[in-house]
């Protein structure tokens, strides 16, 4: 089965196409870096306008690069959420459209969902069950995965996400966008140590997070009397440091409670250099081991999308019977049910 895979959540348009028995077949990313960058954040209204420009010629692009024509394709994968609603918008009528033209399924998927399994497109991907980090854009979250759409989750930020944090602290710093890459690029010029910035709900006992007061106190830094701008480096990596103090030991603490020594880490900031390091290490010495997507995957991207729809579709799960473009810019990934198939092997 081939599965055309499309992904518009945010600024990032994905395509890609996955075949269940040969594996990626190949994909293409159009980033809005530079068109978002005059306004140091992301603008829907511009999001949506440049997907609606974007897609159809990465489409083309994606198809001809597997070598397939657009009658070759058995199904459509798409972000259903969450996301930008009018992002969200246009990648959903394309797939539909493109799925009901051709009378083949159209499967609205969970863009969540798609992190948590883009490391099982690794040439040595993880196993089930495990825990895994969700570090994506406005989402912190811990899960314990037993299988496809099987996910509990353990614990997550109450306020600002990770990335979010990241970005927001960057731009106090002045930093261009996106601000999360550049501060941890920052940071490595930097020693962490020199400024004692807070580590949020590092001993509250649970598996939740907390940034907000990481970023204030950044700010408290920045604004008191005497500061240094030629500080900022060091101030970056400690404000690193204090972040990936907390998802570690949060990470940890999660494994042990629910006995498992497998840990998939997904999302933007998984791509952090010092996160991986800090974890790689600490997990191995319980004997554990830690799994990532590829460096390319890490962000949002259409092969992850196409891929958890083929394991949907694979599993026997079917898109709806009458077309209709289905959104859910809320989506909590908790609410997922593994696919009919699997529920039933699972009861008997």
């Given at each position: ?8 959540s ?5 395509v ?6 040969v594996?990626l077949l ?54 259903s ?34 992190h ?6 690794a ?15 406005g ?7 037993r ?16 990335g ?10 002045g930093?261009?966008y ?16 020199r ?5 949020p709900?590092?001993?509250?006992g ?11 106190a950044?700010?408290n ?30 990470a ?21 250099r ?13 004997g554990?081991?830690?799994y ?8 949002d991207?259409?092969?992850m ?11 026997g ?19 997922l ?6 529920r ?5």
């Open positions: 089965m081939k599965v055309l895979g499309i992904e518009t945010c600024d990032e348009t994905g890609a196409i996955y075949d269940t028995r594996g190949a994909h293409g990313l159009h980033s809005q870096i530079d068109l978002h960058a005059a306004y140091g954040g992301v603008v829907p209204e511009l999001a949506s306008r440049d997907h609606i420009r974007r897609l159809p010629l990465l489409i083309g692009r994606t198809l001809a690069d597997a070598g397939l024509r657009a009658g070759d394709v058995d199904a459509v994968a798409y972000t959420g969450p996301g930008l609603a009018g992002a969200l918008l246009v990648g959903a009528s394309v797939a539909e459209s493109f799925a009901m033209a051709r009378g083949i399924p159209a499967l609205p998927v969970h863009h969540l969902e798609g948590l399994l883009s490391p099982l497109l040439a040595d991907p993880p196993a089930f069950p495990f825990v895994a980090l969700l570090v994506s854009g989402h912190t979250q811990l899960m314990r995965v299988g496809v759409g099987d996910y509990a989750l353990l614990g997550e930020s109450v306020d600002d996400a990770a979010e944090a990241f970005d927001k602290t960057a731009k106090l710093l930093l261009g996106p601000g999360g890459p550049q501060l941890a690029k920052l940071a490595e010029q930097g020693v962490a140590g400024f004692r910035l807070p580590r709900m590092l001993h509250s649970d598996l939740d997070f907390s940034f907000s007061g990481l970023k204030t950044v700010l830094v920045v604004s008191a009397p005497g500061w240094n701008p030629a500080d900022m480096a060091d101030l970056a990596a400690e404000f690193q440091q204090a972040v990936v103090e907390v998802l570690c030991a949060k940890l603490a999660a494994m042990k409670k629910v006995g498992l020594k497998t840990l998939v880490v997904a999302g933007g900031v998984g791509a952090n010092h996160l991986r390091e800090t974890l790689d290490e600490a997990v191995a010495r319980r554990g081991r830690v990532y997507p590829e460096p390319a995957l890490c962000t991207n259409g092969a999308i196409a891929f958890a729809g083929a394991l949907r579709l694979a599993a799960e079917a898109g709806p019977e009458i077309a209709a473009v289905r959104i859910r810019p809320r989506w909590p990934l908790v609410e049910r593994p696919p009919q198939s699997a039933t092997s699972c009861e008997t």
